[in-house]
T-cell receptor, first 114, second 110 residues
Framework: DAGVIQSPRHEVTEMGQEVTLRCKPI?????LFWYRQTMMRGLELLIY????????DSGMPEDRFSAKMPNASFSTLKIQPSEPRDSAVYFC????????????FGEGSWLTVV | QKEVEQDPGPLSVPEGAIVSLNCTYS??????FMWYRQYSRKGPELLMY????GNKEDGRFTAQVDKSSKYISLFIRDSQPSDSATYLC??????????FGAGTTVTVRA
């Protein structure tokens, strides 16, 4: 299996632009998570889905952030409009069931907003 | 106060030394305890997983959980340069939401 695939790996964008991050989870996994990692705050859970349905979005920082999962093999995290404080590494992870030993992370999307 | 506290280091040790990492936490509802390894510019990968208190050993790695003290540890024996990475502790209650420590950066010098 190719693992969790994220794109783009690197994105540099200007403040105010829309950013879309993409994720393909591991085939057969029924949970998908979006995390954000920064030096100041570490790894934070933004939102997670179960069978394509958003379950908990309490970690989404503000309305500028939105996430969708139109099918079992694809999810997007969108930031509109982007701001410099959104600069971070965004990780997608997937798991089969909900237990700590089955969560697999992608390699991350490195976002810089200038 | 953060829910999970972890000294970010950095920690530098010579090859062959024992690496000792630890985290403390405040949420007594945490039942699942994990250690992740994250290489530079990569995603975290699960290294050790423990449910409730006790010890778990896997090769050169030993994880310990002391719920009474709200303290978990990871030991790496016979450390190798390939162990150089950031190690993150993570914990989960029955809500299945992972809470991560800040991560400790470890360098093993050849």
């Amino acid at each position: 299996d190719a693992g969790v695939i994220q794109s783009p790996r690197h994105e540099v964008t200007e403040m105010g632009q829309e950013v879309t991050l993409r994720c393909k989870p591991i085939s057969g996994h029924d949970y998908l998570f979006w995390y954000r990692q920064t030096m100041m705050r570490g790894l934070e859970l933004l939102i997670y889905f179960n069978n394509n349905v958003p379950i908990d979005d309490s970690g989404m920082p503000e309305d500028r952030f939105s996430a969708k999962m139109p099918n079992a093999s694809f999810s997007t995290l969108k930031i509109q409009p982007s701001e410099p404080r959104d600069s971070a590494v965004y990780f997608c992870a997937s798991s089969l069931g909900l237990s700590g030993n089955t969560i697999y992370f992608g390699e991350g999307s490195w976002l810089t907003v200038v | 106060q953060k829910e999970v506290e972890q000294d970010p280091g950095p920690l530098s040790v010579p090859e062959g030394a024992i690496v000792s990492l630890n985290c403390t936490y405040s949420n007594s509802a945490f039942q699942y305890f994990m250690w992740y390894r994250q290489y530079s510019r990569k995603g975290p990968e699960l290294l050790m997983y423990t449910y409730s208190s006790g010890n778990k050993e896997d090769g050169r790695f030993t994880a310990q959980v002391d719920k009474s003290s709200k303290y978990i540890s990871l030991f790496i024996r016979d450390s190798q340069p390939s162990d150089s990475a950031t190690y993150l502790c993570a914990m989960m209650a029955h809500d299945y939401k992972l809470s991560f420590g800040a991560g400790t950066t470890v360098t093993v010098r050849a």
